[in-house]
């Protein structure tokens, strides 16, 4: 039996054969090539024995099929017996399926197994009539592509589009890249990019660098770069396979946009004159900006141009050392016309706002970092270093200091921080501060002002150290000691009667008595200032803004605190505070106890328990009086005795209390009388006291019937005792000087002031004949019937009390010959301690062993050693050595 068949070849082209006869795989095949045609089940079953098992009784599933297993296997051997595939027209019959030949039927038991399994086991396709030459040769597709490519890339030249698709362009090169010639098509690539620029890029340009200005060229410049990174991007969207493929993996050529960079600044920036004009235009817009005002100036030009040579990679290597040069010779012609001038506070600022500038400039065009800080260093060398002269010269620093321009200060430190010297401020601020200091000290017509103007003179300092010299050490050292230097300077002057004392010690003393006495109103500048300090309290809460008195007075006795620690001599401070604190204790005269005690707290935390021993006893001693006189008044109201007029005593102990003179004094008899009566209760209590009365320091409280209204009058003991005398006088009488001293006793001086204070002064309870401010022995005084005024308690000036020119000096000099004293000691402790001592190690010991108390001069202990030698406490021998006397 025949059939027609069709074969398919590799194209899947149907062909007809001519007619094959198909006959069974177990047939014989006429023929030479009939004994190499086998089947594949003849070929499996070879490399295996067929060895039939039978079992001994079928079971019934094989004896139902075993005629069907039979055929099924006889199918199998038919359908895979195919032909040999060195003949490709013999014949094959695939229908041999046991119709012709078709085996007996037999039993289950007799059917043989076969060792092949037809899914198992490779396959082999066999393809006929392949075509194994392609249709077209690869160099003649490459040239063709070639051209395609070339044509897109001078269209992009012209005018940055191609018009074949870039889709189109880039599989062409694709397909060549993958045929093995990505090398030739890059090489065509990188001539084709250089032609470009060699003859059309750089020719331009160099016609329009003969013909423009550097400014005009550099546009240009950056406009051809611009349109060429922009070419670049299309041509490496074409390109884009052979530059992820072949040129990624090539250490010999560069990828596309570095091999366009690298060719554009060869040819473009390796003309000498090319790159010379580029650079000159960038240093003409950097002139520009800097000589014309910001909206004139070409910034886009500018921060365009700095971007091309950071694009090309020739920015530090080409542009910058120009631009440090050019800014070089700027700064110096800058900083020439501006010291011109002289005007340091002006140079201060504009060389601020140049650097203020440059910076931002740098900020703003992008310039490298490199470049800010070569600009900064320039400015360093040019602006502040070449420039030290001009600004630490000393008469021009004074000019600030003076003016208090704390802004041209603040930038004056900054500049001179910039390059490490800002400690060259410290010689014209020390000059400064002690000549205002010491202007201050002795002016002696401001004398009274003296405490006040160094308060502010101090805050002005610290305001200028803290902010415009942000807190240098340095600069805070030198304060200090100049103000220890001026605040401590000795000048025998008429207001330290001859001595040697620094008067500031005196007048700190002062001020803290007049703050402790009368507040922030005993002083005029301060009550002002606290004054302009306080701000307009809202309706309704009046009270809390109402000024602190106490809290203002503590932070003035904080300031003059900080002030009284630069006093070396101490101890005239000392004498001074321990004089006024006994007046306004004995006196009541204390604003504030609080404020009292903080102060006796500060000076012992200050300057150690041995310097306020003694104040610390006033206090006590105070105490103990008002126990005293409580146990008194106890005792006197037990006994039912009626004292008269009320009494109030304070019993002090001399040795911590100033010295007072004795002042003699008759007293009214009611007066004498209850002086007596205390005088007896108190030697009776405490046996072997002796009592000395100071008249001086009495003081009482007077009530008075005037016409115009009965009054209460605080007075001083004198001036009560010149009062009541007046209630003898018959109405319209009269007491002269003379009568008023015969019975009161008092000196002249005493008297005087007395008088002056009751006739010539605010509160006139006196008349006085003739009149006249001037108390003279030949004036009669009468009691003042006219007398009025609004206050019903009136207190007249205790003028006996004010501290007279004989008492300062007198307080000068205890200070001055206590302080010898305690040199002297100073030395003979050492010298009993050392035996044998050189002069200079002498000194210097004394100095340290004194110093709580001021640093002397060594002239002085020089002269304490010369008088301890006159008294035989030591020996001076050769070579400077002094030995101990014993």
């Known amino acids: 039996m025949t059939t027609p ?39 499996f079953s070879q490399s295996k024995d067929s060895t039939p098992t039978e079992a001994s009784t079928p079971s019934k599933r094989q004896r139902l ?121 890059f090489n065509k690539l990188r001539e084709r990019c250089q032609k470009h620029i060699t003859d059309s890029i750089k020719s331009d340009l160099i016609s329009k660098a003969g013909t423009s200005t550097p400014t005009t060229f550099l546009a240009e410049f950056v406009h051809a770069w611009s349109t060429w990174k922009k070419q670049l991007v299309t041509i490496r969207s074409i390109f884009f396979y052979m530059d992820q493929s072949y040129l990624l993996r090539s250490s010999e050529n560069p990828a596309i946009n570095e091999m366009g960079l690298l060719q554009f600044r060869k040819a473009i920036l390796g003309d000498q004159h090319l790159a010379a004009s580029a650079i000159q235009g960038v240093s003409d817009l950097v002139t520009e900006k800097r000589t014309q005002s910001p909206e004139r100036a070409d910034s886009i030009a500018l921060r365009g141009s700095i971007g091309t040579f950071h694009d090309l990679g020739v920015y530090t290597t080409m542009l910058e050392p ?103 401020i410290s010689p014209a601020f020390q000059a400064f501060i002690v000549d205002e200091g010491s202007s201050i000290v002795f002016d002696e017509k401001r004398e009274s002002e003296m405490v006040v103007r160094l308060l502010e003179l101090k805050q002005r300092l610290d305001r200028i150290l ?21 605040i401590n300077q000795t000048k025998k002057t008429a207001s330290t009667w001859g001595t040697d004392n620094p008067k500031p010690g005196e007048m700190i003393a002062k001020h803290v008595d007049a703050l402790l006495k ?8 301060l009550a002002a200032s606290a004054k302009s300090d306080t701000t307009k309290p809202d309706e309704g809460d009046e009270d809390d803004a109402m000024l602190d008195e106490d809290v203002e007075i503590n932070k003035q006795l904080d300031l003059v605190l900080d002030l009284f620690r630069f006093v070396h001599g101490k101890a005239v401070f000392e004498a001074f505070y321990k004089k006024d604190l006994a007046r306004r204790l004995l006196m009541g005269r204390s604003a504030s106890n609080d404020a009292e005690r903080s102060m ?157 204070s009751l006739a010539c002064a605010r509160y006139r309870v006196l008349t006085k004949t003739p009149k006249g401010r001037e108390v003279n022995p030949t004036d009669t005084f009468t009691y003042n019937a006219s007398f009025a005024d609004p206050k019903m308690r009136i207190k007249i000036n205790q003028i006996q009390l004010k501290e007279t020119k004989e008492e300062n000096k007198e307080t000068h000099e205890r200070v001055a010959a206590d302080r010898h004293y305690e040199t002297q000691a100073a030395i003979v402790r050492i010298m009993k301690s050392k035996k044998k001592i050189r002069h200079a190690e002498l000194v210097a010991q004394v100095i340290t062993a004194t110093r709580s108390r001021g640093v002397l001069d060594p002239a002085d202990i020089k002269k304490n050693i010369e008088k301890l030698i006159e008294k035989d406490y030591m020996d001076r021998e050769e070579a400077g050595f002094y030995t101990y006397v014993a």
């Open 5 to 43: 068949r069709e074969s398919t070849d590799k194209r899947g082209k149907s062909t007809s054969n001519s007619k094959r006869k198909l006959i069974p795989s177990d047939a014989p095949v006429h023929g030479p090539e009939s004994s190499k045609q086998q089947s594949i089940a003849n070929l």
């Open 65 to 185: 099929g075993a005629s069907h297993l039979q055929r099924s296997a006889n199918k199998l051997d038919a359908m895979y017996n195919f032909p040999s595939k060195t003949k490709l027209n013999t014949i094959i019959d695939l229908t041999a399926d046991g119709s012709t030949n078709s085996p007996q039927r037999q039993s289950p038991s007799s059917v043989k197994p076969t060792g092949f399994t037809p899914h198992a086991g490779a396959k082999k396709l066999v393809v006929k009539n392949i075509r194994t030459t392609p249709r077209v040769q690869p160099h003649e597709y490459y040239e063709k592509v070639w051209d395609q490519l070339d044509t897109a890339l001078k269209e992009i030249f012209v005018d940055g589009k191609p018009r074949t698709s870039l889709e189109e362009l880039y599989k062409g090169a694709e397909n060549v890249c993958r045929q093995g010639m990505a090398a030739d098509l």
């Open 322 to 424: 120009a631009l440090v040069q050019l800014s070089s010779v700027y700064f110096k012609s800058w900083a020439a016309e501006q010291t011109s001038q002289g005007d340091i506070a002006l140079y201060l600022k504009r060389t601020s706002d140049l650097i203020k500038r440059e910076m931002l400039c740098c900020e703003r065009y992008d310039f490298d970092r490199s470049t800010r800080k070569l600009f900064s260093d320039l400015i360093d060398e040019i602006l502040i270093r070449q420039q030290l002269h001009f600004l630490t010269e000393k008469d021009s620093l004074l000019d600030l200091f003076e003016s208090n321009d704390i802004v041209a200060l603040a930038e004056l430190y900054k500049l001179l921080q910039r390059v490490g010297k800002n400690a060259d």
């Open 466 to 486: 803290k902010a415009p010299f942000q807190g240098n050490h340095t600069l805070s050292d030198a304060m200090h000691k100049s103000v220890e230097q001026f």
């Open 518 to 525: 009368g507040g922030l109103k005993a002083i005029p500048t």
């Open 600 to 756: 006796l707290a500060r000076l012992k935390n200050e300057c150690g328990a041995g310097f306020t021993h003694n104040l610390e006893s006033m206090f006590k001693d105070m105490d103990l009086a008002r126990e005293e006189m409580s146990s008194y008044n106890s005792i006197m109201s037990n006994r039912g005795h009626k004292s008269g007029p009320d009494l109030n005593v304070n019993v002090l102990s001399s040795s911590a209390w100033p010295t007072y003179p004795d002042v003699a004094v008759n007293l009214p008899p009611t007066i004498s009388k209850i002086q007596h009566d205390f005088e007896n209760h108190y030697k009776a209590k405490y046996n072997g006291r002796k009592l000395t009365w100071k008249n001086a320091l009495a003081h009482c409280q007077l009530r008075a019937r005037f016409p115009k209204g009965n009054k209460e009058i605080v007075v001083s003991g004198f001036q009560a005792i010149v009062l009541l005398l007046f209630n003898d006088v018959p109405d319209g009488g009269s007491l002269s000087y003379s009568d008023i001293q015969a019975a009161t006793a008092l000196s002249d001086a005493e008297l005087t002031r007395t008088l002056q």
